[in-house]
């Protein structure tokens, strides 16, 4: 019998401008795949916009984070109500990897793993310009994924933009200058 480990939720650096997080959540790993390639679904938790799980083709992430919580908190200056971005499929493995262009440089990808009737959802995002947006990408991932596993357990996440300025103030603690 194995021992299963816990999962840390935070997101921790294997590169300089790579972060990796990861969670664990209610399966299937279909259910899981759902909420990453249907539009309809990933915008209840991330960003809307329909995607073809196909490699090369190109999809619009809109994030609308003010919808994704009630209340959704207070907003910081110099973020819009909306936000787009284009991106381009790069891998697809049906319930097990997705991986896309992360606008015109970096790259995040998907691995979805079973353990038991749970899935550990594995995100690595490269190729991150900096450190402000090191912050902003660390704090945006774990705040979607804490609505994301709110959403999959029927429970009420923190409103997104005061959970996430307490996460971006937690990274800048946690992660090396």
């Known amino acids: 019998m194995t021992e299963r480990l816990d999962v840390n939720p935070y997101g921790r ?3 300089p401008s790579t972060l990796v997080i990861e ?32 490699a090369g083709s190109t999809f619009e992430l809109v994030w609308r984070n ?4 009630d209340p959704p908190g207070h ?12 991106s381009r499929v790069l891998e697809v493995q049906t319930e097990k990897r997705l991986v896309f262009t992360w606008g015109e440089s970096g790259e995040v990808a998907f691995d979805l793993k079973a353990d038991g009737d749970e899935v550990l959802l594995t995100i690595t995002h490269r ?12 704090a945006g ?3 979607h994924l804490d609505i994301l596993k709110a ?27």
Do not use: C, Q
């Open 75 to 86: 907003r910081p200056e110099g973020f819009s109500e909306e936000m787009r971005m284009t």
């Open 66 to 69: 003010e919808e994704l919580t």
């Open 127 to 138: 190729r991150i310009s900096d450190r402000a947006n090191l912050l902003m990408v660390g």
């Open 141 to 143: 991932w774990h705040m």
């Open 13 to 15: 650096l294997t590169e």
């Open 23 to 54: 969670r664990l959540l209610p399966g299937p790993a279909s259910r899981i795949w759902s909420y990453l390639t249907d539009g309809e679904m990933r915008r209840k938790w991330l960003a809307a916009g329909a995607m073809e799980a196909k």
């Open 151 to 177: 959403k999959l357990d029927g429970t009420r996440a923190e409103p997104f933009w005061d959970g996430w300025l307490k996460l971006r103030d937690e990274y800048d603690r946690r992660l090396p200058a």
